[in-house]
């Protein structure tokens, strides 16, 4: 009896900790496009892992955002669908997380974003759209057309967490 409340309990632990890590990487997502809904570049640059930030510079990032803002129209609303373990290694983690996002032209999208933790932090080592072409249509999908940087979404298994965790959505004022 008591091997299967201390099962149990070491289980229920495991659910915990897992949900409570998957919750950073959803709000550096969230903070993210924040930022991107707020014409706010240079801080949505900034939350970018210094790795991708290596392969394109801030002024470019920028100039690349607002003409895709400008075609596609700006973030009106997103919320967080999924967050999945898709790299589990002794040394790191990566999280994918899959959001959907509304933009102020009518079109919707669901996006994914590579999350990894540096320097104490979450940042993204996905730039996402405009970077990523078929953003979210499955592990793997995304290629940068202009050249540089991660881009697309995940592959592998692990833990995920549904629509329970943080599915809150987010519009524009």
Known sequence: M?????????????VLVLSRSDKGPANAVR???ADVRAARYDAAYGRLCATVRGTRSQGEYSTIMRAFDGVRGTVASYAVRTV???????????RTVQVDVQRSSGSASRESYDVHRESGGYCLLTFGPPFS????????SGTDPFGG????????G???????DGDASVHAA
């Open 31 to 33: 903070s993210y496009l």
């Open 2 to 14: 008591i091997v299967l409340v201390v099962a149990v309990g070491a289980g229920a632990a495991g």
């Open 84 to 94: 999945q373990t898709v790299h589990p290694s002794a040394a790191e983690t990566v």
């Open 158 to 164: 692990g833990g995920s967490v549904g629509p329970g």
């Open 133 to 140: 072409v078929g953003s979210g249509d499955g592990p793997g």
């Open 149 to 156: 940087g991660r881009s697309g979404g995940g592959s592998g």
